[in-house]
């Protein structure tokens, strides 16, 4: 994750040195096992590598959020987002709603190993999915809406995630 980070870090460097400053330093190790602890799961090898190299944004504009006007997270604003979203599960909030999944992701509203990890502030967040159908990809990155039923693949790992942004 170190050289994909690199990659992507020079990218910034070049065209959008504000979103470069945006993002935060280091997770620290507390607060991944805070992560862990909350979903009740073990993170994946490459998250975890991800956020010890950066720890999400603090994006307070726009044009600073990393890609395509998505915020990636901090472990501490996925902690609010997942709560969020299991709260609403289990009052009831998308008990009547019918998702439109792609191939490989459970056709769900919401599952709690569906771990969000950008939000575009509006509803929209790739989430990185722990449990996907047949045929899917444990860790795929995958966009989940609150008001949208599609959900579909962006990407096959966190990797191919940033690699995508990195590209000049």
Request: proline share 5%; hydrophobic share 40%; glycine share 8%.
């Amino acid at each position: 994750m170190l050289e994909t980070w690199r990659s992507l870090e020079r990218m910034l460097r070049r065209y959008y040195p504000q979103k470069l400053r945006s993002l935060n330093g280091p997770a620290l190790t507390r607060d991944l096992k805070k992560l862990e602890e909350t979903i009740g799961i073990t993170l994946p090898k490459q998250m975890k590598d991800s956020y010890r190299i950066h720890d999400g944004q603090t994006a307070t504009a726009i044009n600073e959020m990393l890609y395509d006007h998505e915020e990636l997270l901090s472990i501490d604003h996925i902690i609010r987002e997942w709560r969020e979203w299991q709260e609403m599960a289990a009052g009831g909030a998308f008990s009547y709603k019918m998702p439109v999944a792609a191939h490989g992701i459970k056709p769900l509203w919401w599952h709690p190993l569906w771990i969000p990890i950008t939000s575009n502030g509006a509803g929209g967040y790739h989430c990185i999915d722990l449990d996907p159908a047949e045929g899917g990809r444990r860790g795929q990155i995958i966009h989940v809406d609150r008001r949208g039923a599609a959900r579909m693949v962006v990407a096959r790992s966190l990797r191919t995630l940033l690699e995508g942004w990195s590209v000049e």
